[in-house]
């Protein structure tokens, strides 16, 4: 420590020549104020129990005491001081003295800048309380002690209010607690969780970077016995007890928190999820969780829920760089908990009997919850996946690097929509990021009431997804299982994957059933079938009639050292258009056109010998397996003429006359129509318009200028073509311009020619 210089230990007073003052009178009074007229009281002693009868006596320039110098204090920072000589005339006068307070209470503190407010140096340095001051130590032998010392330090932060940060030294050991061998809190129910609470603080945050803080859990309970659950929670916890924003701007920083709990065998004594948690919230509001790392909890890492009797969730939630190792239950659980936002960190390793994610949003009973982000997570090896949702909207996932590749996992995102009508999963949004998994990459199943599924689900701006499984039914990177609650079919809603890489095993894969119609929309996506761990692929597409696939600008791409039985997928609704899907002579997809009263659409595409469209007869195949594509044209070939386009984009079959349609398809205004071949490379491009008023109308040919003996093929019965004009070289040299009439080649005049 510093050196400290020598000071006098009892003051001198001076007479007015300078020498000490001798059996001369000292009074001590209110600041500003006579002190003979308004004296305070004076003592002898610290304590202030020994009072100093006033006018104080001087031996020597010293304040006197039975002859023998003393110290005076008194209560208070301010006073004024009278001195007078032996005859009882002025020395001085001293309106407002300061005196050295026996304690930071009487120092003043007057923090820097414009407009600050001065206050002491006690109050102060009670902004940080260590757990120190309490007797709470690091190392296993203060395990038993250091229980009783945090109840004390819990009762002095809640009658504060909270208003202080509660430090955690840096220490080499960690701070340990042993509540089951402590007899206090060992023998009655709720003790250790209503001693180590925080109620209704405010403003009041566990600091301690470089520290650990260690629960040592009675080693019969495995990872938390919810037989004793009431005694088995965390030093870590925060609670508001009767409104929203009693608890308010709290949080722990910086500090790492274990547990010690073994891992039951399954199925065996301890195998339920216990009750131990790192770092407890219930309906507090504005939290702050920076940098904690929390290692093998019973049941979750972090946890937001309610307050007691599920009275009301919280909200405002900031959790940045979490780190959450082998926790029993979930990684991080949010319950009724709206408005929160997680940045970077790591979930692992989570195990469970009944759940296993690392983030499960879950709000209790028929609550819902909302609005949460997280950005730059890492998500590894949890035991049912990376993301849990149940009646949550509005998630956004940002850049996450998810790679779940658990056999026990059902998919690296669960959905599971309510049977409760509004309590929905929606809008929910992958922005970014790869997601890998052993089977599926979203595995959704359904509500059982309409509004009450999942919809409005969405993987966007390059997001990665793989599924390297080989199961067909868990492999899909897809997968939307609705199910029944009695007789009442789940509800499924739309899907989108827009501009993303479908790299791996697997398709999709849809359940039967359901109230609302599941759609699946994938945009703008590279999709690379490829099984690394075998050479046979376990693609599939199953789509059932109520089903909408609708595929705009994928490329599909099978690898080459992967084999894939032929694989039709049946396509009963929805579009496939600007799509380029690729084959190999091992691996065969045909996707099937259901019938022409499907409303199925399809535009141009360009297909692979492997990998072609099937229409709804034989005859409107756009390849059959095994012939050579010519180029890249799709649709219904083998018939006169077809609808392209328009405000559909729906092929229709054409027969025998443009007004009639199979199934009742009659032309709108604005489609589109042409003659072709039967092939794509021998469309004569004879193209018609479709009027409400004026009905099919040729506008354009191939042929529109040349000699008589090259004028186009016409034909009476097709109404259509009534008005087409060509330019007869033979009549002019330039072309004369003649008309033709329903029956006849006209010239401007009427004449035939």
């Known amino acids: 420590m510093p ?153 002095h932060v809640n009658g504060l209010g909270g208003n202080c940060e509660i430090v955690w030294p840096s220490s080499d050991e960690p701070y340990e607690f042993s509540p089951y061998l402590n007899s206090t809190y060992n023998a009655t129910a709720n003790l250790w969780r209503g001693v180590v609470e925080l109620v209704n603080v405010k403003n009041c945050y566990h600091v301690g970077y470089g520290a650990t803080v260690k629960f040592n859990m009675n080693p019969a309970w495995y990872r938390g016995n919810p037989n004793i659950a009431s005694l088995d929670e965390s030093v870590f916890q925060f609670r508001a007890s009767s409104l929203q924003g009693d608890c308010d701007h709290v949080g722990v920083k910086g500090i790492r928190i274990e547990a010690t709990a073994t891992l039951p065998a399954a199925g065996g004594p301890g195998y339920s999820d216990g009750s131990a948690m790192g770092v407890i919230y219930r309906g507090c509001t504005n939290t702050l969780t920076e940098n904690v790392t929390c290692y093998l909890w019973g049941t979750d890492g972090l946890y937001f829920g309610t307050a007691y009797g599920d009275a009301f969730g919280g909200y405002g939630h900031m959790v940045i760089n979490p780190v959450m190792i082998a926790n029993y239950r979930q990684g991080i659980s949010v319950v009724r908990n709206d408005d929160g936002t997680i940045l970077g960190g790591e979930i692992r390793d989570t195990y469970g009997s009944s759940f296993g994610h690392a983030i499960d949003w879950e709000p209790d009973g028929g609550n819902t919850q909302s609005n949460w ?3 730059n997570l890492k998500t590894r090896n949890n035991q049912r996946g990376a993301f849990n949702f149940i009646n949550t909207r509005n998630v956004r996932v940002i850049n996450a690097d998810v790679n779940e590749q658990n056999a026990d996992a059902s998919g690296a995102i669960y959905m599971d929509g309510s049977n409760v009508a509004g309590f929905n999963v929606e809008e929910i949004v992958f922005d970014g990021g790869r997601y890998i998994a052993a089977q599926a990459v979203l595995y959704a199943t359904g509500g059982a009431a309409i509004d009450g599924g999942i919809t409005n689900i969405r993987f966007i701006n390059g997001a990665y997804l793989s599924s390297v499984g080989a199961v067909l039914n868990n492999s899909a990177f897809l997968r939307i299982n609705p199910f029944a609650a009695g007789t009442t079919p789940g509800y499924i809603g739309d899907f989108y994957i827009e501009n993303c890489v479908i ?251």
Not at 140 to 152: D, F, G, I, K, P
Not at 537 to 562: C, K, Q, R, W
């Open 503 to 753: 790299d791996g095993n697997g398709g999709t894969r849809v359940g039967s059933g359901g109230i609302g119609t599941a759609r699946l929309f994938i945009k703008d996506t590279k999709w690379n079938l490829r099984n690394p761990a075998a050479t046979a692929l376990s693609f599939d597409i199953s789509t059932p009639s109520s089903y909408e696939l609708h595929m705009d600008g994928v490329e599909m791409t099978i690898d080459a050292a992967n084999t894939l039985a032929p694989c039709t997928v049946p396509m009963f609704a929805g579009t496939l258009k600007n799509c380029t899907l690729s084959g190999h002579s091992g691996a065969t997809i045909i996707w099937e056109d259901k019938g022409v009263s499907s409303t199925f659409r399809i535009g141009y595409n360009k297909f692979s010998t492997y990998n072609y469209y099937n229409g709804p007869t034989t005859g409107l195949d756009l390849q059959l397996p095994g012939a050579v594509q010519v180029d890249g044209f799709s649709g219904d070939f083998g018939i006169p003429f077809r609808i392209v386009h328009g405000g559909r984009e729906r092929v229709e079959e054409y027969l025998a006359t443009p007004a009639v349609f199979t199934g009742q398809q009659a032309p709108q205004d604005g489609d589109i129509t042409f003659s072709v071949g039967n092939s794509g490379s021998s469309i004569s491009n004879e193209i018609f318009v479709y009027n409400d008023t004026l009905g099919w109308r040729q506008i354009s040919s191939q042929t529109y200028i040349g000699t008589s003996l090259n004028r186009p093929s016409v034909t009476s019965t097709i109404s259509a073509q009534i008005g087409l004009m060509y330019l007869d070289t033979t009549l002019a040299p330039n072309g004369k311009p003649i008309w033709f009439n329903g029956t006849d080649w006209v010239d401007a005049t009427g004449a035939v020619v």
């Open 373 to 375: 982000t997280v950005v």
């Open 3 to 155: 050196a400290l210089s020598i000071q006098v230990p009892f003051p001198v007073f001076q007479d007015r020549d300078g020498q000490p003052l001798d059996n001369g009178y000292i009074w001590i009074g209110e600041p500003n104020l006579n002190p003979q007229v308004d004296p305070v009281v004076a003592y002898y002693d610290a304590n202030l129990t020994i009072v100093a009868p006033q006018p104080l006596r001087t031996l020597n320039g010293y304040i006197s005491r039975a002859g023998t110098p003393a110290k005076i204090y008194v209560d208070g920072v301010s006073f004024s001081v009278l001195v007078q000589d032996r005859k009882g005339s002025t020395v001085y006068n001293f309106p407002d003295g300061t005196g050295i307070s026996p304690d930071a209470s009487g120092v003043t503190y007057s923090p820097d800048g414009v407009g600050a407010v001065d206050t002491t140096v006690q109050d102060k340095l009670r902004e940080r309380v260590s757990v120190k001051d309490f007797g709470i130590l690091p190392g296993a032998s203060n395990a038993v002690t250091n229980c009783n010392a945090y109840a004390l330090l819990a009762t």
